[in-house]
């Protein structure tokens, strides 16, 4: 553990990106007490009021107000909550699934193992956010719609790093030790095994959210996800299009939101894979 | 009726070089209490031969004929359940390398109760007073201390303790000590083996030792099997074997061990059996040492030499003393 910090540290990047993900997740989980304004109170005197740094601004809107006269300060906080939330749920969903069927085909070699990973290949074959509209367009678009469509299409890279640890742990030592101690299937598998799968899983699953997130907005955009009127970014960003060159701080406030977001996590993944996968451990 | 009996066992592999046959006709018993010796080079089939005790061979491997007996019954011919059952329970095993054969993400009181639970369904603070109990008798100072921390933490020594520990947890009536100590130096070594003796006296299990190193065999067991490319090539009492090798290849690794000639004021350089041991892919004719053996002969390289008994409980595949009459 102090190790793993002490390499974490290294990374400068990576610890802004925890710093960031620390304070959305505070922002998010205190949403309630932060925002001035809940989030789908319509002021029907104030439309389109800019921010505060462009003129015409008034002090209770810090960041102004939306085409229909909601707060926008009070829609991002709240909007942190969606979509860290999204987040988290396509990474339980995807890390759940992918757990099980990654250690299905490495523990079982053979025809299963071809029959999963061949279904991930044509998963991957298609273009992911092609297939999350095809997926949303058979559910119907909503909020766990989203998270299931998003959910599947990265399936396959947590399937392929559990399957691959799996079959790498599998030939270690302790595992044939543990077998002639009587260990059965699931215990060798799921007790022994998983757990020493975790370092990689841990740095899938930190992309996994920033991607989940991603794949959220774009198809919050594309008016496929979160419905209106649930302040989530993406579909911010879509209502707020038509506005873009009146009002630009509806389509660009969001938009480095999701920015911030995603960079946060990505470093954050950098940083994880730094410290936890021994081959590129630095001396 | 022995506990063990292992009979005509025929072991392949299918490898790049096709398949190649790693165990011949291998067959020897275990009685109740009784410790022995499996000697031989490298990718003689020891290893092989210990694993197949357990049906745990690798899955290219392939057995093409013989049974194990366990108590009468052919472990081949068991559920994958009852396997299980066995499996650490009845016969357990120690391995080579202690330091990779503890799982790194578990502490010791995990991974020693872990077969507790599995086989006697122990839980909460009688599993752990067992577990205390079973650290102290493989000789872990201050055991209860040791509860929580992980393998990395432990020297070699003290993880093949545990590893002991963990396999006579449940009093098995075999343990099968699979290269214990080569990884460990030599005075962890001499512990080790100490204790794997003490343990065999106190429990009344069985032992079979398994190793390269014939002064360690000779000293730890009562009897001895060497094998030699997939064979036994002799079988016998400890001691008998030491003191007169009927076979050309024991007398080669006991001539190998320092200390068999007594230095008398001048240097000696240590003798070494020349050649190397036969690809499996392409076993020579006839007695497989014959292109390292330094009393070759004609009859040799004919036909396929067999186990022939000599004396009291001894076996030599050997033909040297039919033909030339005892050395």
Redesign the interface.
Known sequence: MIEFWYLFRQNKGAVVGLACVLVLAVIALLAPWLTPHEPMTVFGDALKVPPFWQEGAQARFLLGTDDLGRDLLSRLIYGSRVSLGIGFFVVAFMTFFGVIFGVIAGSF?GWVDSLIMRSMDILMALPSILLSIVVVAVLGPSLVNTVIAVGIVSLPSVVRVVRASVLMEKK???V?????????WF?IYII?IL??CTAPLLIQATFGFSDGILSAAALGFLGLGVQPPIPEWGTMLSDARSYMESASWLVTLPGLCILVVVVAFNLLGDGLRDALDPKVKRT | MSLLQVQNLNIDFSTTQGVVNVLRDVSFHLNEGEALGLVGESGSGKSVTSLAVFDLLASNAQVRSGQILFRGRNIFGLSEVEKVKIRGSEISMIFQDPMTSLNPCFNVEYQVGEVLRMHQGLEGSSLRDRVIELLAKVGIPDPQSRLKTYPHELSGGMSQRVMIAMAIACSPKILIADEPTTALDVTIQKQILSLLQKLRKETGMSLILVSHDLGVIAQNTDRLLVMYAGEIVEEGRSSDVIQRPLHPYTEGLLKCLPGAYKLEGRQFRLPTIPGIVPNLAERPQGCQLSPRCPYKFQACVNGAIVLGAVGDARHVRCIKEDLHGPA
């Open positions: 070699e270690k030592n302790y044939i030790a543990s077998k002639s101690f009587g260990a059965s215990r022994n757990p020493n």
